[in-house]
């Protein structure tokens, strides 16, 4: 920056001070410097920046004392007597800058060129583009507009060479069919977003400026008609993903669904739609799930009642296939990570269609409309699990795919939500797999199905194959192990017998809980068919998931040794809670999908039809509670059976089956741990159940392994007051139990409660029903005293007055005493006995009175 005398060009350092806005460094420049930037110096401190902030107000301040100084402005100023602060008043009212008539032309000129196809002529068209709807003043005659309409005509024709040959992904082509439809939908709004966005300023736009260019738009060039023909006829974007940037077909495509111009003019958009998800790649772009949730609302609701059959098409099952089998067409890549990524967007698709149909059933009904339903065989043939598990790895990459497949699933398919599969999933993806995983030697992955099969068949004369081949699978991951799981499955019959060792049934079963992570559903037919009895087996008798959906139970007509066999055991129970989940839905469904038939049924009157509809589905919901509450009982009912030591055993069978270490101690905690995971999930199981009853015999079992079991406190009163003696009685042993469990507070007032109604049950029963009551009844009371000390003194009375009772009843018989008021009477007098030590033991200040009262 030396000597600038003769300077007649701006250096470069002063036009990168100027290009930065740097106002420090154009303060260091001289003079001469200056002179060359005077306009843009004045231009800077008189407009409005579109940059507000502090800092940017101290350096205008410094850039008004920079020109300030420079004597040739000082000079003008003075010259036409300007107010600085007048005339940036002045510019800060006005805001733009109107060009001349000959400017206006000439920039016009420029904006309408037809630069050559190169990203920069892209780019060019589009700004200019932009710049036309911004500056509308710019087109003020009509051969300006004549030249703007053939300027348009040549960007129509010219934008598919311009894509091809600029290899750009997103052209101007999209932008006119985005700005046409946004006209067309007069979303003046969103047009005048995109031009600020693409131009990167912010402009005040008036919508009434745009007035002439959407009367252009929708009737001289695009049409809506025009637009959507031309939109199908648009290629997908190769290779979708968030990397993309700029205005894309499916932009296009997603406010044509929205104002549901395909299914006005009848053009088919599914094909272009299908192709595009096959099209997609990670990281996701975020227009995707949009534009499915927009198809699939298009699909389902007609655009008006008039007109019910204005829809799209569904996409078909056989197209869905062809991506779970690998083969999408010509333009789909074959690589994993776009395959998933299409795959998890289809199962998505599936999800949300089946979500909406259900949502507006009733909609539908009322219209006599009922969309395509995707068939069970298509869903049964998707890994929706192993999907899930492949999104979860791709969270940053899917956006919010994930948490919406997580919401869907919970909705859909709440047996493949069960929290013990998650955690599961957990310790099978851990840090201790990987590591043995890594360890994992080359004979692991040598083993082929046919030598598992060939293993199993020699099963009987050697365990060690098997074995050694079961521990190999066990280091291979979950997908790896899918192979395997037919003949897995098909050869659990044979783990029954007596001889197959205890290592070779937790490997088994460590393996199945691994393939559960991946194909829950499929793994669980192909288990129950495997485990049943004999006969069935030898009839060929195969169960569908639909029957087991219908039919959970059927999960536990299975092999009777299975239920002595812990390993297995613990297989039934994790099916069997599954399938009373998936009925659970299965019902929800199937009431929705059939609500049809409450409006077909109804009569014609307007009101008389909505009140009978609503009646009826009150109906029907009742009646499928109660189906589902019978359903799970009855589980639970069989479930306790099963806890139960077998009847046909020896003595020696049923003394190891008391021990502590045995098959069915530990079937019985496998049991206990699942009733306690449903009494929790809806407590009124545990109410229906004990209002149902059970073997008194499996009451110190129940309590003491169901952690869940104090509820049962809550609906005693309600049980004891049941007109039926057995409830009664077993109302009275399972409190006793309770009380041992656990000594709350709550506890005792029932327990008091329970001895009042005994008392008030002496003097009402008859002889026989005495008997039966208090037989059963009698020993609760040393339980109740064992835990309530103070409870003592009532018992005691209780047991005199049941004494009293017998006695006088013993005295009336003028011949051979009643054999069993004489029991009755024994009885009695040894719990009191076993009442008296124990009070004596734990009330040694109140013996005396004991003795008194006894006497």
């Known amino acids: 920056m030396g000597d600038s005398s003769s300077l007649q060009y701006v250096s470069p350092y002063a036009f990168e001070a100027m290009q930065k806005v740097d106002v420090i460094r154009l303060a260091a420049l001289s003079d001469p410097e200056l002179r060359l930037l005077l306009p843009c110096l004045v231009r800077m401190a008189l407009c409005a920046p579109a940059d507000q902030s502090q800092s940017w107000a101290q350096d205008k301040k410094l850039l008004l004392r920079l020109l300030s100084g420079v004597e040739a402005v000082n000079s003008i100023v003075a010259l036409l007597s300007v107010d600085f602060h007048a005339l940036e008043q002045d510019a800060n009212k006005e805001q733009q800058l109107r060009p001349t008539d000959e400017e206006a032309e000439q920039v016009l000129q420029l904006m309408t060129s037809r630069p050559p196809a190169t990203p920069a002529g892209v780019r ?12 509308s003043t710019l087109v003020s005659t009509p051969e300006q507009e004549q030249l703007m309409l053939m300027w348009l005509s040549w960007m129509i024709k010219e934008e598919a060479y311009f894509e091809s040959t600029a290899g750009v992904s ?12 946004y006209f067309h939908s007069n979303q003046l709004s969103a047009i005048i977003d995109l031009v600020c966005s693409t131009l990167g300023m912010k402009i005040v736009i008036k919508p009434s400026s745009l007035s002439r260019m959407k009367t252009i738009f929708t009737q001289e060039i695009f049409t809506e008609q025009v637009v959507t023909a031309h939109a199908v006829r648009v290629p997908v974007t190769s290779n979708l993903s968030a990397n993309i940037t700029g205005f894309l077909p499916i932009h296009c495509i997603y406010q044509l669904l929205r104002s549901r111009a395909f299914t006005k003019h009848k053009v088919s958009i599914k094909d272009w739609i299908y192709t595009q998800i096959c099209e997609t790649t990670t990281p996701l772009h975020q227009q995707l799930i949009p534009l499915i949730d927009v198809y699939i609302n298009s699909i389902i609701t007609p655009a ?84 899930i598990r492949q999104a979860q790895g791709l969270q940053q990459e899917l956006g919010g795919l994930h948490s919406a497949l997580l919401r869907l699933l919970a909705t859909n398919y709440p047996h493949l939500c069960i929290v013990d599969d998650w955690i599961c999933e957990e310790e099978i993806t851990g840090t201790d797999a990987l590591l043995r995983r890594m360890l994992m030697t080359h004979s692991a992955k040598s083993h082929s199905p046919k030598q598992l099969q060939d293993a199993f068949l020699q099963l009987q004369s050697n365990h060690t194959q098997v074995m050694q081949i079961l521990e190999h699978l066990t280091l291979l991951c979950a997908s790896d192990l899918i192979p395997y799981a037919e003949v897995l499955t098909a050869n659990m019959s044979q783990l029954l017998n007596v001889s197959v060792a205890r ?66 055991m613990d297989i039934t129970l994790h099916m069997l809670n599954g399938y009373l989940l998936a009925s659970k839905a299965y019902l929800n469904s199937y009431l929705k999908e059939t609500a049809d038939q409450d409006i077909k049924s109804s009569p014609s009157n307007a009101m008389a039809m909505q009140g009978q509809t609503e009646t009826m589905e009150v109906t029907r919901e009742e009646l499928k509670n109660a189906l589902l509450s019978a359903q799970d009982s009855a589980a639970v009912q069989i479930l306790l059976e099963v806890c139960l030591p077998s009847e046909d055993k020896s003595p020696e069978q049923l003394e190891i089956e008391d021990s502590l270490l045995c098959n069915l101690r530990e079937v019985q905690c496998l049991i206990c741990c699942l009733l306690h995971q449903m009494f929790i999930a809806d407590p009124n199981i545990a109410k229906l159940v004990h209002f149902q009853g059970y073997p008194c015999q499996l009451l110190p079992l129940t309590v003491a392994g169901i952690p869940s079991m104090h509820i049962c406190l809550d609906f005693i009163p309600e049980l ?55 037989m059963p009844t009698l020993p609760c009371l040393v339980l109740f005293c064992q835990t309530f000390p103070p409870l003592y003194e009532d018992i005691m009375s209780l047991l005199i007055q049941i004494g009293q009772v017998c006695a006088s009843n013993v005295a009336t018989q003028t011949r051979d ?14 719990l009191h006995h076993k009442c008296f030590l124990l009070g004596c033991e734990k009330s040694l200040w109140k013996s005396e009175s004991c003795i008194k009262s006894i006497v």
């Open 124 to 135: 060019f068209v589009s700004l200019s583009f932009c710049m036309l709807l911004a500056f």
């Open 170 to 181: 997103a052209s101007f082509g999209e932008m006119l069919l985005l700005v046409a439809m």
């Open 304 to 387: 008006s009642k008039s007109s019910p059959e204005a829809t799209n098409k569904p996409i078909t099952e056989q197209e869905i296939l062809k991506v779970f089998q690998g083969h999408a067409g010509e333009n789909f890549r074959q690589n994993q990570c776009s395959k998933i990524t299409t795959q998890l967007l289809l199962l998505y698709y599936l999800l949300s269609y089946e979500e909406a149909l259900l949502a507006n059933s009733k909609t539908l009904a009322a219209m006599q409309r009922k969309p395509k339903s995707y068939s069970s065989l298509l869903m049964d043939q998707i890994p929706i699990k192993f999907l």
């Open 503 to 568: 290592r070779l049934l937790q490997t088994v079963n460590k393996l199945w809980m691994t393939l559960n992570t991946v194909m829950p559903r499929r793994l669980w037919v192909m288990t129950v068919n495997a485990l049943q009895p004999s006969l069935k087996l030898a009839r060929s008798h195969k169960y569908t998931q639909n029957d087991l959906m219908i039919d959970p139970l059927i999960v536990l007509r299975c092999d009777a040794r299975v239920l002595r066999c812990p390993p297995l």
């Open 720 to 774: 004891i007051a049941q007109p039926e003696l057995e409830k009664q009685i077993f109302a009275i042993q399972l409190l006793s139990h309770l009380c041992i469990q656990y000594a709350l507070p709550k506890s005792l007032s029932m327990a008091r409660l329970a001895i009042n109604v005994m008392g008030t049950l002496i003097t009402v029963l008859t002889q026989a029903k005495r008997f039966s009551f208090f």
């Open 817 to 830: 005493v009643d054999p069993i008021i004489t029991q009755l009477l024994g009885e009695t007098i040894v």
